[in-house]
């Protein structure tokens, strides 16, 4: 009739079951110290007790069983275990049956037990006289009833919880596990690594499955789950014994659901949008990248660097590919990634494996490679019939920026124009191409990708690698350049007799001096025109250079030729 836990063997049974056996007798149900010779004293009662041992409870208690002159004849602790049986039942003698009942865990009374309440005038042959008066020092570790259902106390919860766990779902939490009484039999938290599993399908104990439904992340509760609903009468075969109640304390960090896709929420959309990514298109992007439960893995503002990538190509994460599509230059907004659309169940450097990822970024810009530049004209003078062209020779002010505003370099903040020879690579392509067919007091918005302006690389320190130009131009002067492959031009009939002259000491040989002196001379007098934008000097050397044909630093008259004499040449 005895209560036995399975895998529990009769020799040697504990001497509070040995009534049973030796009289046949049941004890009576009785509350606190109703029967006047028993003795109870509350030697330690803990300050929360929420519940009290009653009859029909299941209770898992140690004790030290001692005869008054402070012999020991029996010992729960010598067993290493605890005594476990239901109170009220006949399981236990009487007089233990009525001390057990208002105890709570944690407490501990000093029970003096009458023989008639004990074993009587028979006693236990070899272990326990007749007539013998027991004391018993109890500790009571665990109490549970078989109608007890989990137990759950949530003591935070978040201002938002857009969502709750449901069945199937899967989930990473935190705990740390004890049984009644407080002692830890088990945390995640000394593991440093979360509780990864699914919910409701019979991964995990039957109330813990329970138990864990409706939370919210960030949610913490407390989960009591009684042992028919956890591991039972054999315990877990290590740290857990049987019939031990669990208590677990959870943080719950991470929930999706394998058929989840990514979540989008736009928290700013600029009021002009006259562009949306696509895929194939070139994003430069910052972000914030955390877990669910707001830890902070990555953030490209701790570098100081966009993120740069292509987009539905698979250069990054399928759901970050997925939710970059679609944005605006100047858009902020919040892409939730579950880790089957993210990192995955291995997780990557400080990702742990299957979790939810939150990525709240900004877009700078974006382009296509296949993108030529952009030109908006915001302004025309009344008479813009000369447009310049390859080989003009232009001064102009701009303010140069990014697409998100950012501004980079500024002509007029600096009180001087910028000067360029149209077509003669001084600047980036992007802006030789914006600038042409351009008339003086135009002004125009020149929009530049990077494989037109400076690139994957940038220039360090004042344009970032892949990002696009915004160039805000007013043409102030314009100069026309020669003819393609002149460097200088007759602005009328050229003397036949053009070496003598510039011979002028007539000894049949031409120095740089003398050579240069005369060009200078034909453009001072408008007779002719060395090409704008370039260094004279230089010009007129390499003129020089290009007639002493055999290098000896002077030029004979069977040297000297006309470019239409010989059309290798850009001079004369």
């Known amino acids: 009739m005895a209560f036995r836990a399975r895998g529990w063997r009769p020799p040697p049974p504990p001497l509070l079951l040995l009534l049973l056996w030796v009289t046949g007798q049941g004890a009576p149900v009785a509350g606190l110290g109703s029967d006047a010779e028993l003795q109870i004293e509350r030697r330690f009662v803990p300050d929360e007790c929420p519940r009290t041992v009653r009859s029909g409870d299941f209770v898992r208690y140690h004790y030290v069983g001692t005869f008054p002159d402070g012999q020991k004849f029996d010992s729960s602790y010598d067993r290493d275990s605890t005594f476990n049986v239901f109170v009220g039942k006949g399981q236990l003698i009487a007089g233990m049956d009525q001390a057990l009942v208002g105890m709570c865990v944690n407490e501990r009374r000093f029970v003096k037990i009458p023989p008639r309440l004990a074993y009587g005038s028979e006693g236990v042959s070899g272990v326990i006289p007749p007539n013998s008066v027991l004391h018993f020092d109890v500790l009571l ?63 995990l104990i039957p109330g813990m499955d329970k138990g864990l439904l409706g939370m919210c992340v960030g949610e913490k509760r407390i989960i009591t789950i009684p042992p028919f609903l956890a591991y039972g009468e054999d315990g877990d075969g290590k740290d857990i014994p049987g019939q031990a109640s669990l208590v677990f304390d959870v943080a719950l960090l991470d929930l999706h659901n394998p058929k989840d896709s990514i979540s989008i929420e736009n928290k700013v959309v600029p009021k ?81 494996g299957s979790a939810v990822l939150v990525f709240d970024i900004h877009v700078i810009d974006f382009h296509n490679p296949s993108d030529s530049i952009s030109i908006t004209s915001h302004y025309k003078p009344p008479d813009c019939s000369v447009l310049s062209k390859k080989g003009d020779y232009l001064k102009y002010h701009y303010n140069a920026s990014l697409l998100d505003g950012t501004l980079l370099d500024s002509t007029w903040n600096l009180g001087k124009t910028y000067n360029i020879v149209l077509g003669s690579g001084q600047v980036v392509l992007g802006m030789d191409m914006g600038l042409r067919e351009m008339c003086v007091g135009e002004k125009r918005t020149v929009i530049i990708p990077p494989h037109l302006g400076y690139g994957e690389a940038g220039v360090d320190g004042e344009v970032p690698g892949s990002a696009v130009l915004v160039f805000d131009i007013e043409l102030l002067e314009l ?11 007759w602005n009328g009939e050229v003397s036949p007799n053009l070496f003598e002259e510039i011979d002028k000491d007539g000894n049949g040989e031409v120095l ?22 370039f260094d004279a000097e230089l010009i007129v050397k390499n003129m020089f250079t290009n007639q002493d044909r055999n290098g000896d630093g002077k030029v004979i008259a069977e040297e000297f030729k006309l470019k239409d004499q010989e059309a290798k040449h850009d001079e004369l």
């Open 479 to 489: 100069v026309a350049g020669l003819p393609e492959g002149y460097m200088f031009i």
């Open 272 to 352: 002009s949008c006259e562009r949306i990514s696509q895929s194939g298109d070139f994003l430069r992007y910052h972000y914030n990248g955390t877990l669910l439960d707001g830890t902070l893995f990555d953030s490209s503002y701790s570098r100081n660097r966009t993120f740069d990538t292509y987009i539905g190509q698979g250069y990054v994460i399928p759901g970050m590919d997925e939710g970059l599509l679609g944005v605006c230059i100047g858009e902020k907004r919040r892409i939730v990634v579950p880790p089957h659309l993210g990192y995955g169940e291995e997780g990557r450097g400080n990702i742990p």
């Open 141 to 203: 570790m665990d109490i549970w009833n078989s109608e007890d259902q989990v137990q759950i106390h949530t003591y935070f919860k978040p201002p938002s919880c857009p969502r709750t766990i449901q069945v199937s779902d899967f989930v990473r939490y935190h705990y740390n596990g004890t049984f009644l009484d407080g002692t830890l039999f088990d945390s995640s938290h000394n593991r440093m690594k979360t509780y990864d599993t699914y919910v409701g399908i019979g991964w």
């Open 512 to 533: 740089l001096e003398e050579f240069s002196e005369y060009i200078h001379a034909q453009v001072a007098s408008g007779k002719g025109k060395l090409a704008p934008g």
